[in-house]
């Protein structure tokens, strides 16, 4: 089943995050759905290190991929080098930017607004040169306390929704 009319045969395609949740979703679906389309996930998986508040760093794991049979690079978006690289590697017609510190509740503010904005930003600028369509994840987090869900009327109260209204913002 496909959600849209559009042909991704054929198509060079980025998952940044694509271990982790939806990331991983999006490749199954694109390999299923649209088998000559080239597809590259970027992520940083999983280690042993942990936030302060206990939580894992990253969370992407490779049975998240098993079975998948496109390429797969373990970096790190922070990683300017490593962008470069993709930016020279590749070119990319789609990028899903789904890679992030997608745990709400981590305190450490430095890590997260250069994780969830400023890479998004180096990302942003490959997807110009590249002239590919961007595709990124937002959040509800944005509104946080607000009592009305409307572009305006955020309202986060916390370094995560912050980071995803800023990311909003740039766009
Ligand atoms: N799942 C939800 O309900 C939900 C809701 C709203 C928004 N989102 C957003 O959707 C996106 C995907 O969410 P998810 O649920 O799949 O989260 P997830 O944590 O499962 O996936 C994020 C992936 O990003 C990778 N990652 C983290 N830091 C990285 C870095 N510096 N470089 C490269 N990779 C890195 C992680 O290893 C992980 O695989 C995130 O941007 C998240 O904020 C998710």
New binding site residues.
């Given amino acids: 089943m496909t959600y849209n009319d559009i042909n991704f045969n054929n198509k060079t395609i980025l998952i940044?995050?694509g271990?982790?949740?939806?990331?991983s979703n999006l490749a199954f679906y694109f390999q299923e759905n649209f088998p000559d389309a080239k597809v590259v996930v970027?992520?940083?998986?999983?280690s042993d290190a942990t936030f302060s508040n206990g939580s894992l760093k990253?969370?992407?794991h490779y049975k998240n991929l098993l079975g998948f049979h496109g390429t797969v690079i373990s970096?790190?978006?922070?990683d300017k080098i490593a962008l470069k690289d993709l930016e020279d590697s590749y070119s990319f017609d789609y990028i899903f930017h789904?890679?992030?510190?997608?745990d709400t509740t981590v305190q450490e503010q430095d890590i997260m607004m250069q994780?969830n904005i400023n890479?998004y930003e180096d990302l942003l600028k490959i997807a110009i040169k590249h002239n590919a369509n961007m595709i990124y994840?937002?959040?509800?987090a944005t509104y946080g306390d607000s009592d009305r869900f409307e572009v305006g009327y955020e309202q986060p109260n916390n370094a995560y929704g912050f980071s995803k209204v800023m990311m909003d913002n740039i766009t």
């Fill in positions: 940044t995050g271990a982790g949740f939806i990331g970027f992520d940083l998986f999983r990253s969370f992407g970096g790190d978006i922070n789904q890679a992030a510190i997608s994780t890479a994840a937002s959040s509800a």
